[in-house]
C-alpha cells in the first residue's frame, strides 16, 4: 500500500463512527517502550516502565501520579499518553482532553498524543473535533510524513482513520504494524478487537493468541480470546478461564467487568450483573460499557424510569452515541425480547441516524420479528455504510440468493419457508404434524399466538446459523424468536424433527402468554414437558447425572436455574440443565395441574419476577416448592442409592475440564471453591487423602490426561497402604481401560463386585459395596476388549437393570449384538437392542431403518407399525419408511391409513421396482375400501 491510498481525497467522505470496543480498553494503545530495530523492547526508561505497568495493572491513580512526576522531567509526550489513559479508565474525560490538547497544541505531529486525543473526543462524542485531527493524519500519510516502518505511528493512525469508518485502511495499517513489531503485542490486540467489530471471530481468534504468545499478561488480550470463545459456540469455561486471567492482571479490567456482567444477564442473575456494575463504576462512574448493561438490565427488569436514567445520563456524557443503544438491543435479542430490542434499535437508528452498526442492527431485529422488507432494507443501509460487517454480508447474501429460491406452504396456522427439494415432506408430513400440534397447544393454553408462526427450514446448515445469527457456524438445532421458527431442514436427517420443532413451537406459546418475560428455566422445561407428553421417547433422560448432583450439593435451586443453563461447562451440564428443568415442569404438573402452570405464565407477563411467581401460582411458598421438588427427584430417583456410582460420587468440588495440573484435598466441612485450587485439610485421614487423589486421578482421565492419572494413582496407593478402597479400584480400573489393559481393568473391577455391603471402608462416596451400573459397563468394556462377547453381555444387562434410562448401556449392546463373532445369530437380540435404544434417545436415523425394515422382513406388522413413526420422525422424506408403515397398517386391518402412506411413499419419490411394489400393494386396498378414487395423502400421526 502506498501512501496515496489513505489519501482523503481519493475516498468518499465518511461518517464519524463512535467509539465500540477498542477505545474503552486504556492499555492496548499506552506507550510501549522503544524499539530495536527487529522490533524487540529495548532498555526501557524505568520510570516510564513503572507508569506504564501501573496503568496495564489497574493501578490507575498511581499511573497518573508517576506520569505527572515524569512529565514535570520532560519526558512530556509519554507522560501526558499515560496520564490522559489513566484519567479516561476513571472517567475524567474532561481532564484527559484538557491534556491532551494541550499537548497536542505543543507537539502537533505527535501520533501517540493525537491518537489519545482522538480516542477521548470520541469517548464524548465530540465528532466535530475529530475532524481536524483526522484530516490531519490523511495529509500527514498522504505527504509521506509517518514512518511506514515504525509500528507505533502505523497503530496510531489504526486506531484513528477507524474512527471515520475507514475499516479497509485500518485493517491494513493493523497488519502492517504487526510486522513492524513482532514482538509487541499491541498491534495484534488492536487488529483482533477491530475484526470482533466486524464478526470476523476466526481471524480475532489468531490475532489474540498472537499477542499472549508475546505477553501472556496482556490483560486486553485475554478479555478479546473470551469474547471469540463466547461467539465461536459459548465455551464458558474457556470465557471465564481468560477473564479470570485478565483480571488477576487488573482486577479493575473494566471490560472483563463488562463481560462478566453480561454473562450473568444472560443467566437472569440481575443481581450479580448490578454487582459487576457497580464495580466498573466505582471506577469509572461514566464507562460506557456499564450505561449500555445497566440499561438493557433496567428494562429487563421492566424498569422504564431506570432505562431512561441511564440513557439520558450516557447521552449527557457522549450525546449520539448509537452503540449505547445497539449493544442493548442485542442482550435483549438474546432474552427474546424482540419487541423490547426493536423499540431500542429504532431510538438507535434516531440517534445516530449514519452509523451502520444502528442499521444493522435493527434489520436483524426485523428480521426476527418476521418484518423481513423492512429488515433487508435497514441491512442494505447498512452495508451501504460498512461494507466490511461479516454479519451484514452473509444476511444479505441469504436474502439475495437463498431465500429468493425457497418456496413457502402454509396451513390454517403455521407458514412454512423451504427449499424446493424439501417440499413434498414438508407439505405431506411435517407440516401436518406441527398444525395438528398447533391445534393441541391452543386447546391446552387457552389462546392463539398472533399468526401465522413461521418456520424458515434450511437445508444448508450454513444457511441455518447465518438466518440466526449472522454466521456460519452454530451449536444448536432450532431457535424460536417468538412468531419465527428457524431450523435445519427435518429432510436432512440430523435431528428429530418431530421432537424439536414441538419443542420450539411451545416456546411460541410461553414466550407470547407470558409477553417474552417468562424464565429460561420454566420456558425450556415446558417445552420439554410437551414433548415428553406428545410421545414417550421424546422425554430426556439424564435421571443419573441428576441423581448425582443432588449427591453432590450441585443441584441447581429452581431460581437459580436459568442460570444453569448459561453456565454449563460441557455437553453432560447443558443435558443436566434441560433434565432438570423438565423435571421440575413434570413435577408442577403432576402435583398441581397443567392450570396453575398458565398461571405461571400469566404471573410473568405482569412484571413480576423469580420463583415467587410460580410458587404463587401453586399456592405455596418458595420454600415448600422447592422442598418438594427435591423431595420428588430423589424419590424417582431412588434406584441409584444402593449403587457404587463413582462417576457421579467421585468429582472435584466444582470441578472442570480445566483443571489445574495440581488439586489439593478441600478443608472438612465444606465445598471448596476450586477456583485457584482447594486448600489442604491437614487434619485429613491417610484414607481421605487416598480417595482425593483418586477424585484428581479420574478428573484427568476426563480430559485425557492418563500421565497425570497415573500419578494421582501412586500417591494414592502410597497414601492408603495398597489397593484396598473402592476409589483407588475404580481408577485403577478406569487409568486401565485408558491404556487398553483389558486383564488389569477386568481384575480391578471384578475386585469391586467382591466389595461386600458393610465392607467398604465406611467411604462417604454413597452405594452400598462395589456394584452398580459405572462398574457393570466398564466390565462390559473390558470383555469386550478381551472379545469375550457373552460375559460382556452378561454386564451389559446387569448395567441396564441397574439404569434403564440409559441409552449408553444400550448403545453398547446394539454394538456388542452387531459383532461379526456372532454369524448372525443375535439378530433379533441385536433389534431388541436399537429398539430400547431408541425408545431412549430416538435421534438416529441408521439404527432406525436397519429397526423398521428388520421387522417388516420378519413380519412383525404390528411393531413396524410401532417403529416406523419414530423412524419418519428423523426422516420425514424416506418412501421407503412410508411404505413400510403402510403395508404394515393395511395387515393390521387399516386401509385408509394404510393408502395414505402408500401415496406418501409414491409422492415422496419412490422410484422403478419400489414404485411398481407400492401401486400393487395399493390396489387391493382401494379394492377393500370400494373405493377407485386415488385418496389425498394424509398426515402422520403419532401412533
Not at 113 to 132: Q, Y
Not at 845 to 853: I, M, N, P, S
Amino acid at each position: 500500500m502506498s501512501p496515496s491510498h489513505l489519501s482523503r481525497s481519493a475516498r468518499p467522505s465518511r461518517h464519524l463512527g463512535s467509539i465500540v470496543v477498542a477505545a474503552v480498553i486504556v492499555g492496548i494503545c499506552a506507550p510501549a517502550p522503544a524499539r530495536a530495530r527487529d522490533g524487540r523492547a529495548a532498555a526501557p526508561n524505568a520510570p516510564t516502565a513503572r507508569a506504564a505497568a501501573a496503568l496495564k495493572s489497574g493501578r490507575y491513580e498511581d499511573a497518573r501520579r508517576l506520569a505527572e512526576s515524569l512529565g514535570r522531567r520532560g519526558s512530556a509526550a509519554p507522560a501526558t499518553v499515560i496520564a490522559a489513559r489513566a484519567d479516561m479508565a476513571l472517567g475524567h474525560y474532561e481532564r484527559a482532553r484538557e491534556r491532551l490538547e494541550s499537548a497536542v497544541e505543543r507537539a502537533p505531529s505527535d501520533l501517540s498524543l493525537r491518537h489519545a486525543l482522538c480516542d477521548v473526543l470520541a469517548l464524548r462524542g465530540d465528532h466535530e473535533a475529530i475532524k481536524p485531527l483526522l484530516a490531519l493524519t490523511y495529509d500527514d500519510w498522504s505527504t509521506r510524513r509517518i514512518d511506514v516502518k515504525n509500528a507505533d505511528d502505523l497503530l496510531a493512525v489504526a486506531a484513528i482513520v477507524r474512527l471515520d469508518d475507514n475499516w479497509k485502511e485500518a485493517n491494513e495499517l493493523s497488519r502492517k504494524a504487526v510486522r513492524a513489531a513482532p514482538h509487541d503485542a499491541r498491534p495484534n490486540v488492536f487488529w483482533g478487537y477491530l475484526f470482533l467489530e466486524k464478526h470476523a471471530v476466526p481471524e480475532a481468534e489468531t490475532s489474540f493468541r498472537a499477542a499472549l504468545a508475546v505477553d501472556p499478561d496482556d490483560a486486553d488480550a485475554h478479555v478479546g480470546l473470551a469474547t471469540v470463545f463466547l461467539r465461536k459456540r459459548y465455551d464458558l469455561a474457556a470465557a471465564e478461564d481468560e477473564l479470570g486471567a485478565a483480571l488477576r492482571i487488573n482486577r479493575r479490567h473494566a471490560g472483563a467487568l463488562a463481560l462478566r456482567a453480561e454473562l450473568a444477564m444472560d443467566g437472569e442473575d440481575f443481581d450479580t450483573a448490578a454487582a459487576l456494575l457497580a464495580e466498573i463504576r466505582r471506577t469509572n462512574s461514566r464507562d460506557p460499557r456499564a450505561a449500555s448493561l445497566a440499561a438493557a438490565r433496567a428494562r429487563l427488569l421492566d424498569d422504564e424510569a431506570g432505562y431512561q436514567r441511564e440513557r439520558d445520563a450516557h447521552a449527557a456524557v457522549h450525546p449520539g452515541d448509537g452503540d449505547f443503544f445497539a449493544e442493548t438491543a442485542d442482550i435483549l435479542i438474546r432474552h427474546r425480547r424482540t419487541d423490547d430490542a426493536r423499540a431500542v434499535a429504532e431510538e438507535c437508528a434516531a440517534a445516530d441516524p449514519r452509523s451502520a452498526r444502528c442499521q444493522s442492527v435493527l434489520g436483524t431485529t426485523l428480521l426476527r420479528l418476521g418484518e423481513e422488507t423492512a429488515g433487508v432494507e435497514a441491512l442494505r443501509r447498512a452495508w451501504k455504510r460498512d461494507p466490511y460487517d461479516a454479519r451484514t454480508y452473509n444476511l444479505l447474501e441469504l436474502y439475495e440468493k437463498v431465500v429468493p429460491r425457497m418456496r413457502t406452504i402454509s396451513t390454517k396456522h403455521l407458514s412454512f419457508r423451504i427449499d424446493p427439494v424439501a417440499r413434498v415432506a414438508i407439505e405431506l408430513v411435517v407440516a401436518p404434524y406441527l398444525e395438528e400440534t398447533y391445534t393441541r397447544y391452543a386447546a391446552k393454553y387457552g389462546f392463539e399466538p398472533k399468526g401465522p408462526i413461521v418456520f424458515e427450514l434450511y437445508t444448508n446448515p450454513d444457511d441455518f446459523a447465518i438466518r440466526t445469527v449472522g454466521l456460519p457456524g452454530i451449536g444448536v438445532e432450532a431457535v424460536c424468536f417468538g412468531r419465527v421458527i428457524i431450523s435445519s431442514s427435518p429432510t436432512n436427517g440430523t435431528m428429530n424433527w418431530g421432537m424439536v420443532l414441538a419443542h420450539e413451537l411451545a416456546h411460541a406459546f410461553a414466550i407470547e402468554l407470558s409477553r417474552s418475560r417468562v424464565p429460561r428455566w420454566f420456558t425450556e422445561g415446558l417445552a420439554e414437558l410437551e414433548t415428553m407428553s406428545a410421545r414417550a421417547e421424546w422425554t430426556r433422560h439424564a435421571e443419573r447425572n441428576l441423581w448425582g448432583a443432588a449427591h453432590r450439593g450441585e443441584l441447581a435451586p429452581l431460581g437459580a436455574l436459568s442460570n444453569a443453563f448459561v453456565r454449563a461447562r460441557d455437553a453432560e451440564e447443558a443435558t443436566r440443565a434441560y433434565a432438570e428443568a423438565a423435571a421440575a415442569l413434570a413435577y408442577l404438573e403432576r402435583g398441581f395441574g397443567f392450570a396453575r402452570i398458565r398461571s405461571a405464565l400469566h404471573g410473568f407477563a405482569t412484571g413480576a419476577r423469580g420463583l415467587g411467581v410460580v410458587a404463587a401460582a401453586m399456592g405455596v411458598s418458595g420454600d415448600d416448592l422447592e422442598r418438594g421438588f427435591r423431595a420428588d427427584l430423589a424419590a424417582r430417583n431412588s434406584v441409584f442409592d444402593r449403587q457404587y456410582l463413582p462417576t457421579e460420587t467421585l468429582r472435584l468440588p466444582n470441578e472442570t475440564l480445566r483443571l489445574p495440573s495440581e488439586a489439593r484435598l478441600p478443608p472438612r466441612g465444606g465445598n471448596a471453591s476450586h477456583a485457584g485450587g482447594p486448600s489442604v485439610d491437614p487434619v485429613a485421614s491417610p484414607a481421605e487423602r487416598a480417595d482425593w487423589q483418586a477424585r484428581v486421578g479420574l478428573s484427568a482421565l476426563r480430559r485425557g490426561d492418563i500421565g497425570a492419572a497415573g500419578r494421582a494413582l501412586e500417591t494414592a496407593l502410597a497414601t492408603a497402604g495398597g489397593l484396598d478402597r473402592r476409589a483407588i479400584l475404580f481408577l485403577t480400573g478406569e487409568r486401565a481401560l485408558a491404556l487398553k489393559r483389558a486383564d488389569e481393568a477386568r481384575e480391578a473391577f471384578l475386585k469391586l463386585l467382591a466389595v461386600s455391603a458393610g465392607n467398604d471402608g465406611g467411604e462417604g462416596e454413597g452405594g452400598i459395596g462395589g456394584d452398580g451400573y459405572d462398574v457393570r459397563v466398564r466390565l462390559a468394556l473390558a470383555e469386550i476388549h478381551r472379545r469375550d462377547l457373552g460375559a460382556a453381555e452378561a454386564h451389559l444387562l446387569r448395567a441396564i437393570a441397574f439404569d434403564p434410562t440409559s441409552a449408553e448401556a444400550t448403545g453398547l449392546m446394539v454394538e456388542l449384538l452387531g459383532d461379526p463373532a456372532w454369524r448372525g445369530s443375535r439378530d433379533e437380540d441385536r433389534l431388541r437392542a436399537i429398539a430400547a435404544t431408541l425408545r431412549l434417545e430416538p435421534l438416529h436415523a441408521d439404527l432406525a431403518r436397519e429397526l423398521v425394515f428388520g421387522l417388516a422382513r420378519r413380519g412383525r406388522v404390528a411393531e413396524v407399525v410401532d417403529a416406523a413413526p419414530r423412524a419418519i420422525f428423523i426422516e420425514p422424506g424416506f418412501p421407503a419408511l412410508h411404505a413400510a408403515l403402510g403395508r404394515a397398517l393395511a395387515a393390521i386391518g387399516k386401509p385408509d391409513e394404510a393408502a395414505s402412506a402408500l401415496e406418501r411413499a409414491l409422492a415422496l419419490g419412490a422410484k422403478g421396482d419400489e414404485a411398481i411394489e407400492i401401486r400393487r400393494d395399493l390396489g387391493p386396498i382401494r379394492l377393500r375400501r370400494e373405493d377407485r378414487r386415488r385418496p389425498p395423502p394424509g398426515p402422520i400421526r403419532p401412533l
